[in-house]
C-alpha cells in the first residue's frame, strides 16, 4: 500500500512557475514509476509526466514538453514536478500517481493522491 500526499499548488499569473511535491508513505516507494496527471473542470484526467523507479526515463505529455520537468528522490519518497512558462491551459487539479506497469493511462495507476489544485491565471 502506497498513501500519495501532494502539495505546492495555488494561484501563479501566466509565464511563472510552480513546483508540485508527492510526498508518499508505506512501502516500496523506490519500485514504483510515480507520475503526474491533472484534470481540467468538464475535462477527462490526463497524462502530464512520469518517471521510472530509478529516475533515468521521464515521459511527458507534448503540451508540457520543455516546460515541465519530473523528478525523484528515493531516500525522501518525493517526486517533484516542476512546472515553468504555465499558461492558462495548465489550470488543472494535479494527481500523483503511483504503478507497476511499463505504461502510463489512467487505467493503470495502482495508487492516487487527492490532488493538489493549480490555477493559472491569464
Known amino acids: 500500500q502506497v498513501q500519495l500526499v501532494e502539495s505546492g499548488g495555488g494561484l501563479v499569473q501566466a509565464g511563472g512557475s510552480l513546483r508540485l511535491s508527492c510526498a508518499a508513505s508505506g512501502r516500496s516507494f523506490s519500485t514504483y514509476a510515480m507520475g503526474w496527471f491533472r484534470q481540467a473542470p468538464g475535462k477527462e484526467r490526463e497524462f502530464v509526466s512520469g518517471?521510472?523507479?530509478?529516475?533515468?526515463?521521464?515521459n511527458y505529455a507534448d503540451s508540457v514538453k520543455g516546460r515541465f520537468t519530473i523528478s525523484r528522490d528515493n531516500a525522501k519518497n518525493t517526486v517533484y514536478l516542476q512546472m515553468n512558462s504555465l499558461k492558462p491551459e495548465d489550470t488543472a487539479v494535479y494527481y500523483c500517481?503511483?504503478?507497476?506497469?511499463?505504461?502510463?493511462?489512467?487505467?493503470?495507476?495502482?495508487?492516487w493522491g487527492k490532488g493538489t489544485l493549480v490555477t493559472v491565471s491569464s
Open positions: 518517471i521510472s523507479w530509478s529516475g533515468y526515463n521521464t
Open positions: 500517481a503511483a504503478t507497476n506497469a511499463n505504461t502510463w493511462s489512467v487505467r493503470s495507476v495502482d495508487y
